[in-house]
């Protein structure tokens, strides 16, 4: 049984930094796509970044440059490093096991609020 524990959220200043954790179970995450999104307040739900299999990084235009996407094996876990944050990206954020078009595995999400 696959499982995603996520960790890392919490409140920050805008321009300060912030990881995220997704730590997988049952299944090895370079085994498949791992991917982020994010929710804000009263909007749909958005890829941030995507991670192939072949560990391949891609992001969204308004995060490149300033997020990491990162994976430890011994830990079976992967990382959104996220740097010079700004309010507008508070949000709910998510970690995906799976690929791009099918259902996947999810975790449960982590808040991660920017503000003074």
């Known amino acids: 049984q696959v499982r995603l524990v996520q960790s890392g959220g919490g409140q920050v200043q805008p321009g300060g930094s912030l990881r995220l954790s997704c730590a997988a179970s049952g299944r090895p995450f370079w085994s498949t796509a791992m991917s982020w999104y994010r929710q804000p307040p009263e909007k749909e739900r958005e890829l941030v970044a995507r991670?192939?299999?072949?560990?391949?990084?891609s992001y969204a235009e308004s995060v490149e440059g300033r997020f990491t996407v990162s994976g430890d094996r011994a830990r079976n876990t992967v990382y959104l490093q996220m740097n010079t944050l700004k309010p507008e990206e508070t949000a709910v954020y998510y970690c995906k096991m799976g690929e791009e078009g099918v259902p996947g595995y999810w975790g449960r999400g982590t808040q991660v609020t920017v503000s003074e």
């Open positions: 991670r192939t299999i072949t560990g391949t990084t």
